[in-house]
């Protein structure tokens, strides 16, 4: 069943498989346009104007190239393979979707939200999980997107009405925190929610909200609303005259909803006599942790320490900054590692979120963490492994330790706080181990599996320097391995200039590389005939040395190809590429269908090679490697430990560097590791001093190889354009400019046309 869920963000998968490849000609944008038309026909024309403007023939009503988009069309019944027949040609130049039978998200909303239903309308809400493609700004989604909040809106109010008025508080609250965490910002839904919790009495919860409403707004230099800040004083008053209301904590789920005189079996939580709270962090519902947890917080409650423990049951968005901002605001973090624990994500993100807070607040909290029934090594490449392995960890395995644990627990309480080590951040620069918990993983990686996988003939790596070819290579021939796999990597940078001089030298080269690589003796000098050329030689050796030495599929990948481009011989050693991947269709049982090749490279192919039919790089499968997008660049980020805690920092963070890979994770290693801030950072970014002071100096250097380009630079940063498409090739392909041709070209991040117009002025 082909599966596509708009709310949130585009993802389309076949049963339980993603669909990959969808960032290729636009494929996601224009199959989520598809989607929202509901089957209804639309034009070439209609798709141009919407994702290909510059196609259309404005003087002409029918006129238009439309080349693109029927690349698009094509590109995406491929991707459908076995949906493929869902796109549908209706006439010339007309296509449509057809989703009869599939499963569709935001179809299956509408129909819901029409049934006037209860039970309905609830399903209806679980699915509204964000606001539809929210991070998509056309204006055909977000007209799709208001038609579906305001139903949204409608739903939860009648069903929120109706709970309230049947006293049925519980799943009202829910509904109002979902509405929370999903509005775009509004205060109507935080306003009604801090009405209901006042009318059960629950003014510290409510007190809790506003709190948080008010540190949200703190980040972007505002205050709530004025009507929110008068409801807020009004619901303040009305408490100070009803009766007491205390929440208990000491049962497994939080009760405040009546007055403590109506909980004759319960203990209210002892009032601290330091001030100090620690957070416990266990995993709920599991023994013997909750025994552990049960007997910190009754003995730490005695010893004068307020104790948080996160035991509410509807968790929502909401209450997760809750619990953020406890643990920051913890004299003392104490998680209770076992079997079962350490796996959990959200475990791992309050460690992490403990350590980051220690780092800025002088070592506050402090971390206890202690082992229950649990010896074994922490799981690697996660954030607890890098921040607990180095602490001291307590051990409770029975009854019998009760008392030396608890004894231990309060000595480490009395003991001055001092700053955790800062987390272990591997160098930068160059590839990344295949085994890197700082990897982040684009749609091109998938891609790239998925190629290798299925022994495509050429698979084509694009992308700037610094983007991570050497690392997706990397991966992706590391998982060839595990599956079985030949593979064999050339690296031509390592190739000295004697060996890059003639075909002959450079090929007998690549073929001494494979040899020491598939376990053979290199080939011999003398074997190589100088009267059928360096070509027919290359190929001997790989069908009956290389291909004939074992069975199964053979990956060759080759990096750093742009080396090639400007030698006398590149053509040459392209086209016999090409020709071995021609010999994969005349002869599909031939040595040559075993054989894939990896290429990676950054230049544009096209400027150097001119002869298509010679050419591999309008063949095979091509993939794209871009920069960070913001979703990347926040898990990097938490990666790291979160040096950036918030969305306002994480923006400044990408309006300074955009998504470029390099500079983002040498932006985050100088935040974890050596304590410098964001201030701090912004005003040296620009600088030959400053943290990217070396890539800096080597843009310049690069530039300086080509006069002509420089000025092209020069007359760019006085606000020129561009003056050609082969100049605008080579700016973005050595990463300084982004975009494409014939639409908006930018400097590739802020800091460049800073820095640049002090040093080539």
């Known amino acids: 069943m082909l599966r596509l869920t708009l709310f949130g963000s585009l993802q389309v998968r076949q049963g339980d498989t993603p669909l990959a490849g969808l960032h290729r000609r636009e494929g996601g944008r224009v199959l989520a346009y598809l989607a929202l038309e509901q089957g209804a026909s639309v034009s070439y024309r209609t798709l141009a104007r919407h994702f290909w403007p510059y196609e259309i023939d404005d003087a002409d009503p029918n006129g238009g190239n439309f080349r693109n988009t029927r690349q698009a069309i094509y590109a995406l019944r491929q991707l459908l393979g076995p949906d493929a027949a869902r796109l549908e040609t209706r006439g010339k130049g007309i296509v449509a979707l057809d989703l009869e039978g599939a499963n569709v998200d ?129 619901l303040r008053r009305e408490a100070g005259q009803a009766p007491r209301v205390q929440r208990v904590t000491t049962g497994p789920t939080s009760v405040s909803a009546v007055p403590q005189s109506a909980l004759p079996h319960a203990a209210p939580t002892a009032v601290p006599s330091n001030g100090r709270q620690v957070a416990l962090l266990y995993k709920r519902d599991l023994l013997p942790d909750e025994t552990v947890m049960r007997l910190l917080e009754r003995e730490l409650a005695q010893a004068g320490y307020t104790v948080f423990i996160d035991r509410y049951v509807n968790a929502g968005a909401l209450w997760a900054k809750e619990i953020e901002a406890q643990v920051r605001n913890s004299y003392a973090v104490v998680p209770l590692l076992s079997e079962i624990a350490v796996q959990s994500e959200m475990f791992d993100y309050e460690i992490e979120t403990a350590h980051s807070a220690a780092q800025a607040q002088h070592g506050l909290p402090m971390l206890l963490p202690i082992r229950v029934c649990y010896d074994a090594l922490l799981p690697p490449a996660t954030a607890m492994a890098d921040i ?105 940078q390592k190739l000295d200039q004697a060996q890059m001089e003639s075909p002959t030298s450079f090929l007998r080269a690549l073929a001494d590389t494979i040899a020491l ?103 095979g499968t091509h993939l794209a490697l871009g920069d960070f997008n913001r979703v990347e660049v926040a898990e990097l980020n938490r990666r790291c430990g979160s040096p950036l805690p918030d969305q306002d920092s994480l923006e400044r963070l990408f309006a300074l560097i955009g998504g470029q890979p390099y500079l983002t994770r040498r932006a985050l290693n100088e935040l974890a590791t050596r304590g410098m801030t964001l201030d701090t950072l912004e005003m040296q970014a620009g600088r030959d001093e400053g943290v990217f002071g070396d890539h800096l100096r080597r843009l310049v250097t690069a530039l300086s190889q080509d006069d002509a380009l420089t000025q092209i630079v020069r007359s760019m940063l006085h606000g020129q354009p561009c003056p050609d498409a082969e100049s605008f090739y080579r700016l973005r392909s050595a990463g300084v400019l982004a975009g494409e041709w014939d639409a908006e070209i930018t400097f590739r991040c802020s800091i460049y046309p800073t820095y640049l117009i002090r040093r080539l002025s």
């Open 106 to 234: 935001f179809l299956e909303f509408d129909r819901l939200v029409q049934q006037h239903d209860a039970v309905a309308w609830e399903r209806a809400v679980e699915l509204y999980r964000r606001p539809l493609l929210e991070d998509w700004t056309e204006k055909w989604v977000e007209e799709a997107r208001i038609r579906r909040r305001r139903s949204f809106e409608r739903v939860v109010h009648v069903l929120v009405e109706d709970a309230q008025g049947d006293g049925r508080y519980e799943p009202a609250e829910a509904w109002l925190r979902h509405a929370v965490a999903v509005s775009a910002g509004g205060e109507s839904w935080h306003r009604a929610l801090l009405e209901l919790l006042a009318m059960q009495g629950r003014m510290e919860v409510a007190e809790a909200e506003y709190e948080l409403l008010r540190r949200g707004r703190m980040q972007t230099q505002t205050q709530p609303d004025e009507e929110t800040q008068q409801l807020m004083a009004r």
């Open 517 to 619: 690589q598939i376990g053979l003796p290199p080939p011999a000098r003398e074997t190589w005939n100088p009267y059928i050329g360096a070509n027919l030689n290359m190929e001997i050796f790989l069908r009956y040395q290389v291909l004939g030495s074992f069975d199964g599929p053979l990956i060759w990948a080759l990096d750093e190809v742009d080396r090639l481009f400007t030698c006398d011989f590149g053509s040459q050693i392209f086209g016999l590429f090409r020709a071995w991947y021609n010999e994969r269709s005349l002869d599909a049982e031939g040595p040559w269908s075993r054989v894939t090749l990896a290429i990676a490279y950054a230049t544009e192919a096209h400027l150097f090679v001119t002869d298509l039919n010679q050419s591999p790089f309008n063949v």
């Open 388 to 492: 607990l392995n180095p602490l001291q960890q307590l051990q409770w395995r029975s009854a019998d330790d009760n008392d030396a644990l608890v004894a231990a627990v309060l000595k480490s309480l009395l003991k001055s706080p001092s700053p955790s080590p800062p987390r272990r951040i591997e160098p930068i620069g160059g590839g990344m181990p295949v085994d890197s918990p700082y990897y982040i993983e684009r749609a091109a990686d998938t891609d790239f599996d998925t190629a290798l996988s299925e022994q495509h003939g050429i698979v084509l790596v694009k992308g700037a320097r610094q983007m991570g070819k050497t690392s997706l290579l990397a991966r992706g021939l590391h998982r060839a391995k595990q599956r079985g796999t030949k593979v064999v990597r050339t690296d031509l």
